[in-house]
């Protein structure tokens, strides 16, 4: 492969624009915010984000290299095809569930982040152990989307991929260091717009080539290899439902999803936002589906990328790029090769960010330095912004499918985060000990299900499992559900045994030592108050917190604390009286 100078130079315009609204960003957020809310404007941007940004920005999470990538690759792969492209749908209603049932209750109680809600509720113990899988799904986004920027880059210009993707990833993490969510909000305005316009310039000059039979014959009709809609086998009903769900509802619970939902400048405002990047996620991946079925309706051997087929070079995970170098002229492939470098970095900011904010707030504020500064934090924030990014960036070294990482990250925040979201915005009673428990049943689950794309072999065989080529056997059952499903109930059922427990007498106060039950004097609670009175946070940040003083049944089995507002309860008001 010829090293392309043209090429070289699309890559560096775009990223000396987007690096260039990155740092106008920056210096945006530092004239309008003031010295007291830095780190709050960092995070979430003022919470005046307006609607075209916001709808810009929260399309754009999703939709970066790995979306756009993985979409292609999925519909190109022999034997799976459209059908089995299931990450456009499948976010795009992640998007309205979110906007329907989550945004507004989220908003409305003026959280900062998204695990804001579980220390309030659980503690901070618990908060501490949903950022643990909270941090990995950031990380291995962020990691999918470099390594879909490696795989264009190295198909564009014949330089080392690994300097490709850690300059990339510099870029990335210093316009988000600088700038927090001002700078990925307007960045994400200019990536999106390159992506439409270079992969809709690029798609109609793919399919004249001469070696592409028409798309609408090769849907439905074996020519290059079988059909790129696809087909879901029978055995495989299961298998496909599970990853839909996981994509639809383990798409929900992502702190990237929630800090566009908190920065609104109203709970609205929010619903509205959601519902746009919902349509913006299907318009975005039609491009996407369309170079998936030209790669599968290409005869290989007819064009300068020669025999075998990407297929069989093991490099479908590339066919997008692969098909943009070699379908279409010189000038529009590198435009939009170059386009499609600058964008995939328009959701890796986001994941960092988001994982730098839970980290600074939920950890080390909230839980470490309940009194630390502002600059403080915002320190804090700097630093870890400039760690996860190289962290992502030694993860997308090893990646080897960008599907298989979208999977893999999705995976435990569907599993443990999603039932633990449900519970402690809808379900009353819960606590601390049922958190934990689902928490540790749902990963158990999850684990002796056993992982192919790491090579973990099971520890539970399910009806339907088989083993693939490396031996390493493929569950049919959809275990990823059970697992979330038994997590949800598992929370819930051991919230009201304790409760009933201490409750009746059958175990001493002295037990509760979560102190999630017995609320007297309960030193977790004396740490929501201190929080919640202290300089550094806003009060309507988090609902009003109080120690329970009375143990009837009625005021134990309710956290009216994080669902009534005191001066609107009256049977808040009572529990007190007494």
């Given at each position: 492969?010829?090293?392309?100078?043209?090429?070289?130079v699309?890559?560096?315009?775009?990223?000396?624009?987007?690096?260039?609204?990155?740092i106008?960003?920056?210096?945006?957020?530092?004239?309008?915010?003031?010295?007291?809310?830095?780190?709050?404007?960092?995070?979430?941007?003022?919470?005046d984000?307006?609607?075209?940004?916001g709808?810009f920005?929260?399309?754009?999470?999703?939709?970066?290299?790995g979306?756009?990538?993985?979409?292609?690759?999925?519909?190109y792969?022999?034997?799976?095809?459209?059908?089995w492209?299931q990450?456009p749908?499948?976010?795009?209603?992640?998007?309205?569930?979110?906007?329907?049932?989550?945004?507004?209750?989220?908003?409305s109680?003026?959280y900062?982040?998204?695990?804001?809600?579980?220390?309030?509720?659980?503690?901070?113990?618990?908060?501490g152990l949903?950022?643990?899988?909270?941090?990995m799904?950031?990380m291995?986004?962020?990691?999918?989307?470099?390594?879909?920027?490696?795989?264009?880059?190295?198909?564009?210009?014949?330089?080392?991929?690994?300097?490709?993707?850690?300059?990339?990833?510099?870029?990335?993490t210093?316009?988000?260091?600088?700038?927090?969510?001002?700078?990925?909000?307007?960045t994400?305005?200019?990536?999106?717009?390159?992506?439409?316009l270079?992969?809709?310039?690029?798609?109609p000059?793919?399919?004249?080539?001469?070696?592409?039979?028409?798309?609408?014959l090769t849907a439905?009709?074996q020519?290059?290899?079988?059909?790129?809609l696809?087909?879901?086998?029978?055995l495989d009903?299961y298998?496909?439902?599970?990853?839909?769900?996981?994509?639809?509802?383990?798409g929900i619970?992502w702190?990237a999803?929630?800090?566009?939902?908190?920065s609104s400048s109203?709970?609205?405002?929010?619903q509205?936002?959601?519902?746009?990047?919902?349509?913006?996620?299907?318009?975005?991946?039609?491009?996407?589906?369309?170079i998936?079925?030209?790669?599968?309706?290409?005869?290989?051997?007819?064009t300068?990328?020669?025999?075998p087929?990407?297929?069989?070079?093991?490099e479908?995970?590339?066919?997008?790029?692969i098909?943009l170098?070699?379908?279409?002229?010189?000038?529009?492939?590198?435009f939009?090769?170059?386009?499609?470098?600058?964008?995939v970095?328009?959701?890796?900011?986001s994941?960092?960010?988001?994982?730098?904010?839970?980290?600074?707030?939920n950890?080390y504020?909230?839980s470490?330095?309940?009194?630390a500064?502002?600059r403080?934090?915002?320190?804090?924030?700097?630093?870890?912004?400039?760690l996860?990014?190289?962290?992502?960036t030694?993860?997308?070294l090893?990646a080897?499918?960008?599907?298989?990482?979208?999977?893999?990250?999705s995976d435990?925040?569907y599993?443990?985060?999603f039932?633990?979201?449900?519970?402690?915005?809808?379900?009353?009673?819960?606590?601390?000990?049922?958190?934990?428990?689902?928490?540790?049943?749902?990963?158990?689950?999850?684990?002796?299900?056993?992982?192919p794309?790491?090579?973990?072999?099971?520890?539970?065989?399910?009806?339907?499992?088989?083993?693939?080529e490396?031996?390493?056997y493929?569950?049919?059952?959809?275990f990823?559900?059970?697992?979330?499903?038994?997590s949800?109930?598992?929370?819930?059922?051991v919230s009201?045994?304790?409760?009933y427990?201490?409750?009746?007498g059958?175990?001493?106060?002295?037990?509760?030592?979560?102190?999630?039950?017995?609320?007297?004097?309960?030193r977790?609670h004396?740490?929501?108050?201190?929080?919640v009175?202290?300089?550094?946070?806003?009060?309507?940040?988090?609902?009003?917190?109080?120690?329970?003083?009375?143990?009837?049944l009625?005021?134990?089995?309710?956290?009216?604390?994080?669902?009534?507002?005191?001066?609107?309860?009256?049977?808040?008001?009572?529990?007190e009286?007494n």
């Open positions: 492969m010829a090293f392309h100078v043209e090429g070289l699309a890559i560096v315009v775009f990223y000396l624009a987007i690096l260039a609204v990155g106008w960003a920056a210096w945006k957020t530092k004239n309008t915010s003031s010295e007291g809310d830095r780190s709050e404007a960092i995070i979430v941007g003022g919470r984000i307006g609607l075209l940004v709808g920005t929260m399309t754009a999470t999703w939709v970066g290299g979306y756009i990538n993985g979409t292609a690759e999925a519909v792969v022999p034997g799976y095809g459209l059908a492209a990450a749908i499948g976010y795009s209603l992640s998007l309205v569930l979110g906007g329907l049932f989550f945004a507004k209750p989220m908003r109680k003026g900062v982040t998204m695990l804001d809600p579980f220390q309030q509720l659980y503690g901070k113990r618990m908060g949903l950022f643990i899988p909270a941090l799904g950031e291995f986004w962020a990691a999918a989307i470099f390594s879909a920027l490696g795989a264009t880059i190295s198909v564009i210009i014949d330089i080392n991929v690994n300097i490709s993707v850690i300059i990339s990833a510099l870029i990335a210093l316009y988000t260091l600088v700038g927090g969510l001002y700078s990925v909000a307007y994400d305005v200019v990536q999106l717009f390159c992506i439409f270079g992969l809709w310039i690029s798609v000059f793919a399919m004249s080539h001469p070696a592409v039979t028409d798309i609408g439905v009709h020519v290059h290899q079988a059909p790129w696809g087909s879901i086998n029978s009903i298998t496909w439902l599970d990853n839909f769900l996981l994509l639809t509802l383990g619970p702190q999803y929630f800090q566009r939902v908190l109203s709970a609205t405002y929010a509205v936002l959601s519902f746009l990047a919902a349509f913006g996620c299907l318009v975005m991946a039609l491009p996407a589906v369309l998936g079925a030209i790669g599968a309706s290409t005869a290989w051997n007819e300068e990328y020669g025999v087929d990407p297929m069989t070079k093991k479908a995970d590339m066919i997008l790029p098909v170098q070699y379908l279409c002229p010189v000038y529009i492939s590198f939009g090769l170059g386009a499609v470098s600058a964008a970095m328009s959701s890796a900011d994941s960092i960010l988001s994982a730098s904010s839970m980290f600074a707030r950890i504020q909230l470490f330095r309940q009194n500064s502002d403080e934090i915002v320190w804090v924030m700097r630093i870890t912004v400039f996860f990014g190289a962290s992502a030694a993860m997308a090893l080897s499918s960008v599907y298989g990482l979208w999977y893999l990250s435990l925040v599993i443990i985060i039932p633990q979201l449900l519970c402690v915005l809808f379900i009353k009673g819960t606590n601390t000990y049922g958190a934990i428990a689902g928490y540790l049943f749902g990963l158990v689950l999850r684990i002796t299900g056993g992982e794309y790491l090579y973990l072999q099971p520890l539970i065989y399910y009806p339907g499992c088989y083993p693939d490396n031996n390493i493929i569950q049919r059952f959809p990823k559900t059970l697992a979330m499903l038994t949800f109930f598992t929370n819930i059922i009201y045994l304790a409760k427990l201490f409750e009746s059958t175990l001493p106060p002295k037990l509760d030592f979560l102190d999630a039950v017995v609320a007297r004097y309960s977790e004396m740490d929501k108050a201190t929080l009175k202290s300089d550094n946070i806003v009060l309507n940040e988090l609902a009003p917190v109080n120690p329970r003083h009375s143990l009837t009625s005021s134990t089995f309710t956290n009216k604390e994080a669902f009534n507002y005191v001066d609107s309860s009256p049977e808040l008001s009572n529990t009286d």
